[in-house]
């Protein structure tokens, strides 16, 4: 059994892992924002060298891995501090009565069930369905982003969890500070500042997306 400080260290390092990984997928996908003719061919492109980069799939490894052990250890911190009679990693701190400081449980359990159909959509059909392939011959997975953000109950469901998502990060990457032994005042803050931005930017730029593709792809 692990001890509360070794759940906290393990929430803290694969939630970091996450927030980087989510990084490179927001720089990855920022391909999306080009005119549709030329994000369809480079975006393809782009996923074909993920999809054979041995490097590529050992980290994919690691990020199914770290998404499992988040998502179970947040489930246990919360059991646990239900149970008794507490919050989710509740401190005696301002941002303890924060409503999102009181309900990562629950942005938590919105963000796992949209990676779900995230997932579903996307990974699943271009690993082992029959996506269709494009002119260079890659799997046109570009088609298959087309088509999902062309649904106008999808834009609004992934709008809503990149919402989520952002107070989900703020909080956590403030919390893995202090799970760090970053407790001096200018370490801390400028840890939550940076925190904050981040969240804001990758949120925003992620609920975009669906939204341009909605608009502007044929």
Partial sequence: MLSTLSRKMLMCLTGLFLSFFLLIHFLGNL???LPPEQAHLQFNAYSHFLSGNIAIKMVSYVLYA?????ALDGLVITLKNKKSGGNYQSEKRDRASRWY???MGILGTLILIFLVIHFQNFWYVYKFGNPPLDENGNKDLYILVVTVFKEWWYVIIYILSMGALCYHLIHGIHSAARTLGLFHPKFVK???TAGIVYSVIISIGFALMPVYVFFTAH
């Fill in 31 to 33: 391909q999306l924002f």
């Fill in 66 to 70: 770290s998404i499992i052990l988040h």
């Fill in 101 to 103: 400081s009181r309900n």
């Fill in 190 to 192: 400028w840890f939550k």
